[in-house]
């Protein structure tokens, strides 16, 4: 691999790994104040999984850049600042009310679900095999958010309510997830074309989302998309996922 394709996945992964992270963190909101007890203790459960699978990412991105991995993780956590972070607007947004977490981890969950189905014959062993590590937890994610966007969507006329209007917020936001990656790791057959990854997600969470009852917007423009800026609501939430780490820089838990 030249060292041009090695800094192109390992951008390519580094926005994976961001993603994982900050959703992980804005589902960790949820610890304590989910509709039932059952629910915080599952969904306590899938912010841990994201915020894991952001860690096996941030490793693959260490080989690929040299650094150690078994330190590398929490430096790019706790010490980067927020310019120098990759994630999309998708999971900086709020947590919101539980309609919108819920459907906003659905689609996330549904793109995950085709992205690993073709990384796990990526030309690149190491990162085929750390998608095993990861595809059995996000089937279960997306089992989990699948019966809950019907569960609501299909529930009270208070439940619908809040469910199409938090589709009206995010759908524009998801469908800016689904980026071109770059036309080398194509060819390589290193990641996914971004075409195939669309039709496979639409064809997944439109005909869900139409039989729970929702309607799904018509986005035709996507507004503008740069990873390397940013919405307003990630710079609190990276104030206090990093103070801790920033006031004890030398700890060792």
């Known amino acids: 691999m030249t060292n041009e394709l090695h800094n192109a996945l390992a951008d390519y992964l580094l ?3 961001d993603d994982e992270l900050i959703l992980g963190h804005r589902d960790s909101e949820w610890c304590g104040h989910a509709p039932i007890l059952e ?45 120098d ?22 689609l996330f969950d549904a793109l995950e679900s085709v ?34 966007v019907r569960r609501l969507g299909l529930g009270t006329e208070e439940s619908r309510r809040r469910m199409q209007a938090a589709l009206e917020t995010l759908w524009p936001y998801a469908l800016q997830m689904i980026e071109q990656p770059s036309a080398e790791l194509v060819e ?6 971004e075409d195939d990854l669309r039709h496979a997600w639409e064809d997944m969470v439109i005909p869900h989302l139409q039989d729970s009852g929702l309607d799904v917007p018509h986005q035709t423009i996507l507004p503008p998309f740069d990873r390397q800026r940013h919405t307003e609501h990630l710079s609190a939430l990276l104030d206090e996922m990093q103070s801790v780490a920033r006031l004890i820089p030398d700890a060792r838990w």
């Open 85 to 106: 972070y990759r994630s999309a607007p998708l999971v900086e947004l709020p947590k919101g009310d539980w309609a919108l977490t819920m459907l906003r981890q659905y």
């Open 15 to 17: 926005a994976l790994a």
């Open 188 to 193: 390589a057959g290193y990641v996914p074309a």
């Open 115 to 148: 992205r690993l189905e073709r990384l796990a014959a990526s030309a690149y062993p190491p990162l085929a095999e750390a998608d095993a590590k990861i595809r059995t937890e996000e089937l279960y994610h997306l089992r989990h958010t699948t019966a809950w």
């Open 39 to 83: 629910e915080d203790i599952a969904f306590a459960n899938i912010a841990l999984d994201e915020i894991g699978h952001a860690g096996v990412w941030y490793r693959l991105v260490a080989d690929l850049r040299d650094e150690r991995p078994e330190t590398y993780p929490d430096q790019l956590i706790y010490f980067r600042e927020m310019a």
